[in-house]
């Protein structure tokens, strides 16, 4: 089925916008569209490419001409056909084109709210967790998300510039043996050619007590026409080798995204999705849940959903906890448990990862944990009765839970 943008409807099934905004004057033919070098030499970087397009408001004008020393505006011409002309406020188009709001200041932005460049032992490499690393690779992408938590470095136009040294970072890996994992990250490392995806993880490989590597991309998202059947050969050749994807909405998942997901898939490739909790684009538990199980139709498990990190100018994007919140609340127990991702809020200043959840746990002590399920139900659970437990923080705990 082919559609264009402005046939959005709700993502719930898989369409094709192709070619789209590409179709006039003869349109283009079907081996350059599916080129993924000529959609990388294709995209949408200027205001001039975007109003040719698109009906700009006032905010994203605006917000064009100020990105310059921010993060760069490019598209893929694959994701820019899922952008309607004619509606600011579209959830594909929040998300990349620039808008003023990026110029707003709040107390609470930081350039690098993961703490990052504090873990950096060697230049591109981060080691904030005990037995794993992130690896940048490179700072460009196929597209550029507007809330990218690396913003600072990403794109080559940001305050900093990522200068890894791949020697000093292969050495640092080879002497720190407590290392068995690795995530390809940056940027988006499957923007490199096949031959130099294959040296990076032939390379890793070649460190025997790294057990299992990690990719981080979007390019499955944003340049489908780039998971080709020979790149699928070589990550494969590479097992065990996982690969994190992003997606925010289920418009996002075309029938060239689910076809590029099953590729990597009969790779023998797990696949897991990673969504950034966004206002007015999947801040809605019937979006979530289309996106969710979509996902799981695409053979991929949704993994992650994070709160929008406190990057600089992001704050017109930042939902509130709660709201992440309330999607778990309502699909955990309302739908597959594979469907469920786990709601997260990566630390400011590079704390990691802490789970947030709905309050499950009434009341716990030696003798028992009082509990509640999706449907408000309470139940009691006997304990072990091991006082060396660290149990949950007490509360006051009244009999009649267990009868409301």
Not at 86 to 97: A, E, F, G, L
Not at 123 to 150: E, K, Q
Not at 194 to 217: M, N, Q, V, Y
């Amino acid at each position: 089925m082919i559609t264009f943008a402005t046939e959005k409807g709700d993502g719930k099934t898989f369409v094709s916008h192709a070619p789209g905004y590409w179709s006039g004057s003869g349109g283009i033919a079907p081996e350059l569209w599916n080129d993924w070098k000529w959609q990388l030499k294709n995209r949408v970087t200027s205001l001039a490419q975007l109003e040719k397009h698109l009906d700009l408001s006032e905010e994203e004008r605006s917000g064009v001409l100020l990105s310059g020393d921010k993060l760069a505006l490019a598209v893929t011409p694959h994701f820019f056909n899922l952008i309607p002309r004619d509606n600011p406020d579209d959830p594909i188009r929040r998300q990349m084109i620039p808008r003023i709001e990026e110029t707003w200041t709040s107390p609470y932005d930081m350039a690098d709210p993961c703490g990052e460049d504090s873990h950096m032992p060697v230049p591109g490499l981060v080691h904030r967790y005990p037995d794993r690393v992130l690896f940048l690779v490179t700072d460009r992408c196929a597209s550029y998300c507007r809330y990218c938590t690396r913003s600072r470095v990403v794109s080559g136009v940001g305050e900093q510039e990522l200068h890894t040294n791949f020697e000093e970072a292969y050495r640092y890996l080879e002497t720190h043996t407590e290392v068995r994992d690795v995530l390809l990250s940056g940027g988006d490392a499957l923007i490199f050619s096949d031959d130099k995806i294959d040296k990076l993880l032939s390379r890793l490989r070649a460190i025997k007590h790294i057990e299992f590597l990690r990719i981080g991309t979007r390019v499955p998202i944003f340049l489908p026409q780039g998971i080709t059947p020979e790149l699928c050969a070589i990550l494969a050749s590479h097992h065990p080798l996982w690969m994190s994807v992003h997606v925010n909405h289920p418009r996002e998942l075309t029938i060239e995204v689910k076809q590029a997901l099953e590729r990597l898939a009969n790779a023998g490739i797990p696949l897991g999705n990673q969504s950034v909790l966004l206002t007015g684009v999947n801040d809605d538990l019937e979006t979530m849940k289309t996106l969710v199980h979509k996902l799981l139709m695409c053979r991929v498990r949704p993994y992650y959903i994070y709160q929008c990190d406190l990057i600089n100018g992001s704050s017109h994007l930042r939902t509130s906890v709660a709201k992440g919140i309330e999607i778990i609340e309502g699909l955990r127990g309302h739908t597959t448990g594979y469907a469920v991702p786990q709601f997260v809020i990566d630390a400011p200043g590079g704390g990691g990862k802490v789970p947030i959840n709905p309050g499950y746990i009434l009341y716990h002590d030696n003798e028992k944990i009082v509990i509640r399920n999706y449907e408000g139900k309470i139940f009691e659970y006997p304990e072990t009765g091991n006082e060396n437990v660290q149990f949950a923080p007490q509360r006051e705990y009244h009999d009649e839970y267990l009868y409301s």
